[in-house]
C-alpha cells in the first residue's frame, strides 16, 4: 500500500512545449513547416509523444484551430525544454525516433 503511493508522488508531470513540423504533402523528405505548437503535460518525452500522436489522429481530439492533416510517417515533434535543450523525434513506421536538428529543413 505505500509503495502504491510512493508510486503516485515520485511520478511528477511536467509541462513541455511541443511544436508539429509537417510537410506540404505526406510523403516529402524536404520543406518541413511548423503547423501547430501547444504545451503538453507528461512524465517524460515517451509519454508526450504517445500523447501528441493520440491527440492528432483522434478526430474526437484534435484542437478546433487545428488546420494540417493527420500526424503520420515522416512527421517531426519538436519538445522544448527552455534551457535544458531542444529534442526532435521523427515518426517512423516503428515509431518515434530521436533525430538531429539538422535533419529539420
Known amino acids: 500500500m505505500i509503495r502504491m503511493f510512493m508510486g503516485k508522488i515520485l511520478k511528477s508531470t511536467q509541462c513541455y512545449d511541443v511544436t ?15 503547423v501547430y505548437r501547444l504545451t503538453v503535460d507528461g512524465e517524460d518525452h515517451d ?8 491527440m492528432f489522429n483522434v478526430p474526437d481530439l484534435v484542437p478546433k484551430d487545428y488546420e494540417a492533416r493527420y500526424v503520420g510517417t515522416g512527421d517531426i515533434l519538436m519538445i522544448d525544454e527552455g534551457r535544458f535543450g531542444q529534442f526532435f523525434y521523427r ?9 538531429h536538428r539538422m535533419h529539420v529543413r
Do not use: H, M, N
Not at 47 to 54: G, I, N, S, W
Open 47 to 54: 509519454d508526450v509523444l504517445a500523447e501528441v500522436y493520440r
Open 20 to 34: 508539429l513540423f509537417q510537410t506540404p504533402q505526406f510523403g516529402q523528405t524536404k520543406g518541413y513547416r511548423q
Open 91 to 99: 515518426l517512423s513506421p516503428d515509431g518515434w525516433e530521436r533525430i
